[in-house]
C-alpha cells in the first residue's frame, strides 16, 4: 500500500508557511481599507484568519497530490488506487477547513457536494455538511453557531426602526435556527400573526468579498500546479448564487413569484411575506410547523421519517410530490429553487392529501432561458426515447459537443447506445464498456466539460444532484424521479393536455396498480414457492 504524503519534512512545512503569509498578505491587501468601520474591520481580520487557514489547506492538498502520485503512470491501476485515496484524504483536509471557517465555506461544501460530476470522493464525504443543522424546534436552514441577540438587535432596529415593541408583541431573543448567513427568531406582529424574523448576520457583506477573493486566489493558485484543475467555474457560480442569497428582496420577490406559479398546487406551500418589515437584512414571514423532508434532528435524535410514518404519511409519497414539484419548476415554470436540501423543505401534516410540502429558503433561483428550457425539455425526451442523434445534436447546442454522449449516463444511468428499457439501468456488457470508457478519461476532460456548459445547466446539475440525495433517503426508487421528469418534460413542451402526457400517467397509475397486486399474491403465493418477480410487465422500471 503507497503511503499518501503527510508533509513530513521541515522545509515543505517552511515553504507551505511561506506561500500561506504570502497568500494571506495579498488578500489583505486587496480587502482592509482604512475607511471600514470597526464592525467592518472586525470581519475583515476574521476573514483575514479564515483565509490564511483555507490558503494552508489547499496548499498543503497540493503538495499531497504531487508527492503522492508522482513517478506513477496515469494509465495504472496504482495511480487510480493512489488518486483515490489521496481524493479521500484531501476530502477530509477539506471538510475540516468548512467547518472550521463556517460560515461561506460551510455553503460552499454543500455546493459542491451537491454536484455529482466531482470526484465522488469529495462529494460523498462533503454531503455530511449538510446533516450539520442547528436545530431547535422545527424549522431549519443551514449550520452555524448563533449570534448573540445584541448584535441581531442592532441589524432589527437599523432596518425595521429603533422601538421594534411598535411592530411585535413578543420577540423570541433565542432562534429557533442559525444558517451560515442569518438565523431566524419566533415572534408575534401586533396583530396577533405568528412570523419567523430571519435576520442576517452584521458584518457578512465585506466577510462575503473576502472568502470569494481567497476563493478566487485558491483556484488560480491550484490551477498554476494543475492545469487540468480547473475549478474557476465553480467559484464565479457559488459566488453569483451567493450575491443574491443576501438580499432578502430578492429572496421575498422569488418566494411570492413561487407562490403564484403553484397557486392551484394544494400539495406546495410557501410561507407569506410581510413586505412592511422585510428589508435587504431582515425577512419577515409567516412561521410553518412542520417536520424536515428527512434526515435527523441532531438536537433530539428523532428520525423524521418515524414522524411521518407516526402521522400516516408515506415517505413515498411525499417523494413522489417532491420531485414532481421541481420538475414542474424546472420544465415547466423555467423558475428553479437552486437550494432543495432537507433543511429547506418541511413537510406539514395538513392538506387535502394528509400533507403539504412548505418551501422555505428561496433566496438561490435561476431563472432559465426560454430556449435552454426548452432544449432541455428535449433533451429529456430523446434521453426516454434513446434517440442519439438528437442528444448528440442537443449537445452541441449545450456547448459540450463530443461530452454530450454521457448525457444518457449523467441523467438515467444508460449508455447513449444502450438498449435497456428506462429505470433498468446498464447490462453487465455495458458496464464493462463503460467502465473501460471513462477510465481513458482524464480531470482535463472534466474540466473542459463543465466549463463549456452554460450557467443554467450548471444550477440544472446541482439541484439534481439534490433531489436525488432527498429521493434516496426518503426510500424512493429511481423510477419515481424518471417518470416525474418524463412527465413534466413532456408538459414543458406542449403545456396543454396531450396524449404523450396522458399516457405516462396512466403508466405510472397502472405500474402502482400492478405492483399492489403483486405484493398481495406474493403473500398468498410465496409460502406455496412461486417466484412472482418476473411476471411484472413493468420489471423494466424496477431499480
Given at each position: 500500500?503507497r503511503?499518501?504524503?503527510?508533509l513530513?519534512?521541515?522545509?515543505a ?11 494571506a ?8 481599507s482604512?475607511?471600514?468601520v ?13 483565509s ?22 496515469e ?14 484524504c484531501s ?8 467547518e ?5 465555506y460551510?455553503?460552499?461544501g454543500?455546493?459542491v457536494a451537491?454536484?455529482r460530476?466531482?470526484?465522488?470522493e469529495?462529494?460523498?464525504t ?11 424546534q422545527c424549522v431549519?436552514w ?11 438587535k442592532e441589524?432589527?432596529?437599523?432596518s425595521l ?5 411598535e ?5 423570541d431573543?433565542h432562534p ?19 412570523v ?8 457578512l ?20 500546479f494543475?492545469?487540468?484543475y ?6 464565479s ?5 451567493v ?9 421575498a ?14 400539495v406546495v406551500?410557501?410561507p407569506h411575506i ?5 428589508t ?8 410553518c410547523?412542520?417536520?424536515?423532508v428527512?434526515?435527523?434532528f ?5 428520525d423524521?421519517?418515524?414522524?411521518m ?17 421541481f420538475?414542474?419548476?424546472?420544465f415547466?415554470h423555467?423558475?428553479?429553487h ?20 412548505v418551501?422555505?429558503?428561496h ?10 428550457r426548452r ?7 430523446a434521453?426516454?426515447l434513446?434517440?442519439?442523434n438528437k ?8 456547448g ?7 448525457f ?17 439501468g ?9 467502465k ?12 473542459s466539460f463543465?466549463?463549456?456548459l452554460?450557467?443554467?445547466f450548471l ?6 444532484g439534490?433531489?436525488r440525495?432527498?429521493?434516496s433517503?426518503?426510500?424512493a ?5 424518471l ?6 418534460a ?11 402526457s ?13 405492483h ?6 406474493k403473500?398468498i ?13 413493468f420489471?423494466?422500471?424496477?431499480p
Amino acid at each position: 500500500m503507497r503511503r499518501i504524503f503527510k508533509l513530513p519534512a521541515t522545509a515543505a512545512k517552511t515553504s507551505l508557511y511561506l506561500l500561506t503569509a504570502a497568500g494571506a498578505g495579498a488578500l489583505a491587501s486587496q480587502t482592509i481599507s482604512p475607511t471600514l468601520v470597526p464592525g467592518e474591520i472586525r470581519a475583515g481580520i476574521s476573514g483575514i484568519v479564515r483565509s490564511s487557514r483555507a490558503v494552508w489547506t489547499i496548499a498543503s492538498t497540493v503538495v499531497d497530490y504531487k508527492y503522492s502520485l508522482h513517478g506513477l503512470s496515469e494509465d495504472s491501476d496504482d495511480y487510480r488506487r493512489v488518486l483515490s485515496e489521496v481524493h479521500l484524504c484531501s476530502a477530509k483536509r477539506i471538510l475540516q477547513l468548512c467547518e472550521a471557517n463556517k460560515g461561506f465555506y460551510v455553503k460552499a461544501g454543500q455546493f459542491v457536494a451537491a454536484l455529482r460530476q466531482v470526484p465522488k470522493e469529495y462529494s460523498s464525504t462533503l454531503s455530511s455538511l449538510q446533516d450539520q443543522v442547528l436545530i431547535i424546534q422545527c424549522v431549519s436552514w443551514t449550520y452555524a453557531v448563533p449570534c448573540h441577540f445584541k448584535a441581531i438587535k442592532e441589524v432589527l432596529t437599523s432596518s425595521l426602526g429603533p422601538d421594534l415593541l411598535e411592530i411585535f408583541l413578543s420577540f423570541d431573543e433565542h432562534p429557533v435556527a442559525a444558517a451560515s448567513i442569518a438565523q431566524v427568531h419566533r415572534a408575534v406582529l401586533k396583530d396577533h400573526q405568528e412570523v419567523a424574523v430571519k435576520v442576517q448576520y452584521p458584518g457578512l457583506e465585506h466577510q462575503f468579498k473576502i472568502d470569494i477573493a481567497a476563493m478566487s486566489f485558491l483556484s488560480k493558485f491550484v490551477a498554476l500546479f494543475f492545469p487540468e484543475y480547473r475549478f474557476g467555474w465553480l467559484v464565479s457560480e457559488f459566488a453569483e448564487s451567493v450575491a443574491l442569497e443576501l438580499d432578502f428582496i430578492h429572496e421575498a420577490r422569488n418566494a411570492e413569484r413561487t407562490a403564484r406559479n403553484f397557486k392551484n398546487n394544494t400539495v406546495v406551500r410557501v410561507p407569506h411575506i410581510f413586505w412592511d418589515f422585510t428589508t435587504r437584512r431582515v425577512l419577515t414571514m409567516e412561521f410553518c410547523q412542520g417536520c424536515k423532508v428527512c434526515q435527523k434532528f441532531l438536537s433530539f435524535q428523532v428520525d423524521d421519517l418515524e414522524f411521518m410514518i407516526e402521522m400516516e404519511i408515506e415517505p413515498i409519497k411525499v417523494a413522489k410530490a417532491l420531485v414532481e414539484v421541481f420538475a414542474e419548476m424546472i420544465f415547466v415554470h423555467g423558475f428553479v429553487h437552486g437550494d432543495p436540501h432537507p433543511g429547506n423543505i418541511l413537510v406539514s401534516p395538513e392538506g387535502p392529501n394528509s400533507f403539504c410540502l412548505v418551501l422555505l429558503d428561496h433566496g438561490i433561483y435561476k431563472e432559465l432561458d426560454e430556449g435552454f428550457r426548452r432544449d432541455y425539455c428535449q433533451l429529456w425526451k430523446a434521453l426516454i426515447l434513446l434517440d442519439a442523434n438528437k442528444i448528440l445534436q442537443l449537445g452541441e447546442r449545450f456547448g459540450v459537443g463530443k461530452y454530450s454522449r454521457y448525457f444518457p449516463l449523467i441523467f438515467t444511468g444508460r449508455t447513449i447506445d444502450s438498449k435497456s428499457a428506462l429505470g433498468r439501468g446498464m447490462s453487465a456488457e455495458e458496464r464493462k464498456n463503460i467502465k473501460q470508457d471513462l477510465q481513458s478519461l482524464k480531470m482535463e476532460d472534466l474540466s473542459s466539460f463543465m466549463e463549456s456548459l452554460p450557467s443554467d445547466f450548471l444550477m440544472i446539475l446541482r439541484t439534481d444532484g439534490l433531489l436525488r440525495s432527498l429521493l434516496s433517503k426518503l426510500g424512493a426508487p429511481h423510477r419515481v424521479r424518471l417518470l416525474a421528469y418524463a412527465k413534466y418534460a413532456i408538459q414543458g413542451l406542449s403545456p396543454k393536455s396531450n396524449p404523450e402526457s396522458e399516457l405516462l400517467e396512466l403508466l405510472s397509475w397502472t405500474e402502482q396498480v400492478w405492483h399492489s397486486l403483486i405484493k398481495l399474491l406474493k403473500q398468498i403465493l410465496v409460502p406455496a414457492g412461486y417466484r412472482l418477480r418476473n411476471l411484472s410487465p413493468f420489471y423494466s422500471l424496477t431499480p
